[in-house]
């Protein structure tokens, strides 16, 4: 796929992604950069219940 998104110049975008054989199946972004709480934060949220979902299915 291509994505094509005008971005300021100087403008930071951070993107925390989840994917599987099939492509991405959680994302999240944010402005600048992660800091080690939000990026956990995101990880816990966005992430996390995507793979609790697929490894609950294959047991």
């Not at 599987?20 to 219940?49: K, L, M, Q, S, Y």
Request: aromatic share 12%; proline share 3%; charged share 15%.
């Amino acid at each position: 796929a291509i994505v094509r998104t005008p971005f300021a110049q100087g403008e930071s975008i951070s993107i925390l992604a989840g994917c599987d054989i099939n492509g991405f199946v959680a994302w999240r972004t944010t402005r600048g950069t992660f800091d080690r709480v939000e990026f956990h934060r995101v990880f816990v949220d966005g992430i996390v219940p995507y793979v609790s979902s697929i490894i609950s299915h294959s047991s």
